[in-house]
C-alpha cells in the first residue's frame, strides 16, 4: 500500500509538471499573439494612417550654441514676481499705456488691463465658449500687441480675428485686417505680432499660410515655411515684405527705425528688412545660431533689445536640431504623438536675452529646469522693471531690474 501511495503521488508530480508547462507553453503562446498584435497595430499605424504633417528636411546653425560668456547660466529668472498666478492664462503679449497701465491679452480671447491688483476686463476679440482647445479659433487668441503713436487705441493681432484696433475706453473693436481673403490668394491663418512706424503704418506677421495656431506644433514639426512679414498701409493696402519663414513671429521697429526685424522662431533667428535708407527692400540676418526659439522681441532701455524665448536650444542636445534633417521621422512623430504631448519633449527652460542694436548679446537671464518661468514670449521693460509674457503659463511675470 505505501508503494502504491509513493506511485501515486510521484505521477501527481509528473501530471502537475506536466500540467504546468503546458499552462507556461499557453501563457507565452497568448503573450507572443498579442505582443505580435501590438507590432502590427503599430506597423499598420506607421505604414497606413496618414500623418498630419508634410516634413520637409532643414537644418539648423552648427554647432550648438554653448551656455558661456554672456549666455553662462545663472538663476536670474527665478527671481521673477508670478503676479496674478491662477487668475490668468497665456498673457503673450504686453502694453503699458502713458499712466502706466498694464495691457495683455488671454487664451481665453480676453484683452484686460490690471488696476490696482485687480484684472478689468477691456475687450474680447472672439465669443465664448472657451474651456476646450478646438473652440480657440472662434474663442479668438490675442497675441502681439501695441498701442498707436497716440497711445488712445490698441492694436492686437489676433491669431484667427486679425488685426484689430480697440478702444480701450468703450472697449469696442474694429477689424483692419481680416483672415480672408488675404493676399496674392493665401488667406491668413495665424496673425501673430506687429509694431507701428511714426506714419502709421503697421507691421505684422502671419506665421503660417497652413497652419493655424492651435497647431502651431505641428507648423514646427513639418518645417513649414510659408510665414510672411506684412506691412498694413493708411491707405489699407496691403503689402508682402518677406515671404517663405520658418515660423515668423515678433516683429520690432530698429531703433534707428530704417528696419524691421523679425523673429524666424524654427531656425532660431532674426531677420532684417529695411524699410527706408540705401539698403530699402533687402533681407539680411540680424542674429543667427541663437540659443532657443526667439518669440517676441522688443525695445530694451540701452538702445537694445529684449528678446523672450519659447524653448532653449544648446550644447550638447537638442531635439529640434536633431529632427531638423529627419523628415520620416518627424512624420512618425506626428502619427503618434498628440500635439499636447510633443510640448512635453521639450525641456522647460526659461530664457531672456538682452542684445545690442548690433545684434550682440549684453546679458541673459535664466531659469534653468523652468522653475519660475518655463517660457518667455516677450519681455517688456519700463522704468526698470521687465514685465514676462508667455503663451501659456498662468501669471504675468515682473522682475526688478
Not at 187 to 198: A, V
Not at 202 to 208: E, N
Request: hydrophobic fraction near 35%; proline fraction near 6%; charge should be neutral.
Amino acid at each position: 500500500m505505501a508503494k502504491d501511495k509513493i506511485a501515486d503521488n510521484q505521477t501527481d508530480k509528473k501530471s502537475k509538471e506536466v500540467n504546468h508547462e503546458a499552462n507556461g507553453r499557453s501563457c507565452m503562446g497568448i503573450c507572443t499573439v498579442v505582443l505580435l498584435v501590438i507590432v502590427g497595430l503599430f506597423a499598420a499605424t506607421v505604414l497606413l494612417v496618414p500623418s498630419p504633417i508634410d516634413p520637409k528636411p532643414f537644418s539648423l546653425p552648427e554647432p550648438l550654441p554653448k551656455l558661456e560668456g554672456p549666455l553662462e547660466q545663472n538663476e536670474e529668472l527665478r527671481k521673477t514676481e508670478r503676479l496674478y498666478k491662477g487668475q490668468i492664462a497665456g498673457p503673450e503679449s504686453i502694453a503699458i499705456d502713458s499712466e502706466g497701465t498694464v495691457y495683455t491679452g488671454l487664451a481665453d480671447g480676453r484683452i484686460v488691463k490690471f488696476v490696482d491688483g485687480k484684472i478689468v476686463d477691456v475687450a474680447r476679440t472672439g465669443k465664448p465658449p472657451c474651456d476646450l482647445p478646438e473652440l480657440e479659433s472662434t474663442c479668438g487668441r490675442p497675441l502681439g500687441m501695441r498701442f498707436n503713436r497716440y497711445g488712445t487705441k490698441l492694436i492686437v493681432a489676433d491669431a484667427y480675428y486679425g488685426l484689430l484696433e480697440v478702444d480701450v475706453l468703450s472697449g469696442s473693436t474694429s477689424t483692419l485686417v481680416p483672415p480672408t481673403p488675404g493676399v496674392h490668394g493665401d488667406p491668413f491663418k495665424f496673425f501673430n505680432d506687429l509694431d507701428i512706424d511714426r506714419k502709421g503704418t503697421i507691421y505684422f506677421t502671419d506665421s503660417s499660410t497652413k497652419w493655424q495656431r492651435k497647431d502651431n506644433r505641428f507648423a514646427i514639426l513639418e518645417g513649414d515655411a510659408t510665414g510672411r512679414l506684412m506691412a498694413y498701409h493708411k491707405t489699407g493696402e496691403l503689402e508682402v515684405l518677406v515671404s517663405g519663414l520658418h515660423f515668423a513671429n515678433g516683429v520690432q521697429i530698429t531703433t534707428e527705425g530704417d528696419a524691421v526685424l523679425v523673429a524666424e522662431t524654427a531656425l532660431s533667428r532674426i531677420l532684417k528688412y529695411y524699410i527706408k535708407g540705401p539698403d530699402e527692400g533687402k533681407t539680411e540676418v540680424f542674429m543667427d545660431n541663437l540659443p532657443g526659439l526667439p518669440d517676441n522681441i522688443r525695445q530694451s532701455s540701452n538702445g537694445g533689445y529684449w528678446i523672450g524665448f519659447s524653448g532653449v536650444r544648446k550644447a550638447p542636445f537638442s531635439m529640434l536640431d536633431m529632427l531638423a534633417p529627419k523628415p520620416l521621422l518627424r512624420k512618425i512623430i506626428a502619427k503618434l504623438i498628440p500635439q499636447e504631448w510633443i510640448i512635453k519633449l521639450v525641456p522647460k527652460y526659461g530664457l531672456i536675452l538682452e542684445v545690442s542694436d548690433a545684434g550682440r548679446i549684453l546679458r541673459s537671464f535664466h531659469d534653468p529646469g523652468g522653475q519660475v518661468v518655463s517660457s518667455a514670449s516677450e519681455v517688456h521693460e519700463e522704468n526698470g522693471v521687465l514685465y514676462i509674457g508667455s503663451y501659456f503659463d498662468t501669471f504675468l511675470g515682473k522682475l526688478k531690474l
